[in-house]
């Protein structure tokens, strides 16, 4: 995923639109149209060879490149600013930038791009970016190893894939129970078999724990993990966000139990 700004596309078309307005009557001296022609190099050049759309452009590509290397011939004559530029020159730009501007908006037009609509309360930006802010702040450094499910948890709602968010998001929320069990036990050896029931059992076989923490995981792993892990069941967007508030609740709880680690990775 890579974010790109909307006013690029505003400034390129600010930048390289002079080129259809050339004067290709007469030969002109490059002076009075060498700033014009240097903006535009600089930015169809940025697009064409720098840009992260240069990949994706097919059908306007040879062309972008023959206008670049006409105007190019022209800029590069900058020791002589005081020459004219011929018309036939100044011609041959203005027509390859109208036939250019053709096929560039045609791929612009059909190149797949979205926006991202807000999913219930949560700001799109931190879905996208930093989806660990979902849960709290503390978890950076007592369960870090939760940080990539968690924005990968943000990013699957943000784009509309709440089964992806919920299966993230439970893999978090194990991270987080695992720490806990150590951190409840006095480091016992984990379970083998690393699911929530298996590690509510083996608390409430110890004795150990907050009954209302292995409550509120047991109905979490009943409601939302185990139908999860049927391939005929998917999460709508309003379970995804429902499974959300209950897996930041019981995640909140058993933080405070967890100590800070010495050494966060």
Known sequence: ??????????QLAQQ?????????????????????????EKSLEALVSDSVFA????????????????????TGRADSIDEPV?????????????????????????????????????????????GWLIFPDSIRLKVPEALFDLSEAGKALAFDMPTACGYHLFRATESVLRKYYSAVTGGSVQPKVRNIAVYLNAMRQKGLGDEKILSALDQLSKLHRNPLIHPEIALSLDEAIAAIGMA?????????????QENPA
């Open 1 to 10: 995923m890579i974010r790109i700004s909307l006013t690029y596309i505003f």
């Open 16 to 40: 390289i639109e002079p080129l259809g307005s050339l004067q290709d009557e007469i030969d002109i001296p490059l002076r009075d149209i060498f700033m014009p022609l240097f903006m535009a």
């Open 55 to 74: 990949a994706q452009l097919r059908s306007s590509f040879t062309l972008g490149h023959d206008l670049l290397s006409q105007i190019k011939k022209i």
């Open 86 to 130: 011929a018309s036939f020159q100044l011609y041959s730009v203005k027509r390859t930038y109208e036939q250019y501007k053709i096929a560039l908006l045609a791929e612009l037009g059909v190149m797949p791009s979205y926006f991202v609509m807000p999913k219930g309360g949560f700001d799109t930006n931190a879905l996208l970016e930093r």
């Open 248 to 260: 930041r609740s019981v995640v909140t709880a058993m933080l405070i139990a967890i100590p800070f």
